[in-house]
């Protein structure tokens, strides 16, 4: 076995002997809202949002995009489980700033080996054989942080299968200091939609 399947295997052991009453937490979350944030192993949305079990659910994927899937979780998260707000945080310093779609196809094409960071973006270090695939994916890759949150949230405040009465908050976790800054343009594209009357 790996050294890192050891210690989460010893984790889990230690964390599961104390479970206790975390056992009887009910399915929906408690706090009543879903948080669409990164990957990035610098962010911690449990330290960062104040979360404990239970409390929200939390979907991530590189970049914290609204993505379909994204948006498929967030949209099982209110008409299954009642959530009522979303927020979508990106943060500074992501690696989805660092390379556009056609470096990562072209990556790819080249090697299937973990590319190297320089200070001219990704580089291959790995040798062949790599697959064309790669051109056939949408990389979801930043060129401009904020704009990419307005972008995101726009895109779920506009889904059909979303609500009007579901309020999207735009924000960008700022890596050095742990802060969680709004994007003012991306909090006002997911405000509340009020139902026009006649």
Excluded at 92 to 119: R, V, Y
Excluded at 185 to 195: F, K, P, S, Y
């Amino acid at each position: 076995m790996s050294t890192v399947l050891n210690e989460v295997l010893a984790a889990n052991t230690e964390y599961a002997a104390s479970f206790g009453s975390k056992a009887e937490l009910a399915l929906p979350p408690a706090r009543g809202f879903a948080i669409l944030t990164c990957m990035d192993a610098r962010l911690d949305p449990a330290k960062y949002a104040g979360l404990a079990e239970g409390d929200a659910h939390v979907i991530r994927n590189a970049g914290g995009r609204a993505s379909d899937d994204a948006i498929r979780s967030l949209v099982i998260s209110y008409k299954l489980l009642g959530t009522k707000e979303w927020f979508v945080i990106h943060h500074s310093d992501c690696g989805m700033e660092f390379f556009t779609d056609t470096m990562m196809s072209g990556l790819l094409e080249n090697s299937l080996e973990t590319a190297a960071l320089g200070n001219d973006g990704f580089y291959d270090v790995g040798t062949g054989p790599g697959s064309s695939e790669g051109k056939y994916i949408d990389w979801l890759t930043v060129s401009h942080r904020e704009q990419a949150v307005v972008d995101d949230v726009r895109r779920i405040r506009n889904h059909p299968l979303v609500p009007d009465r579901i309020p999207v908050y735009g924000y960008v976790y700022d890596v050095r200091s742990g802060r969680l800054i709004e994007v003012p343009d991306a909090t006002r594209a997911g405000a509340v939609r009020e139902l026009a009357t006649n």
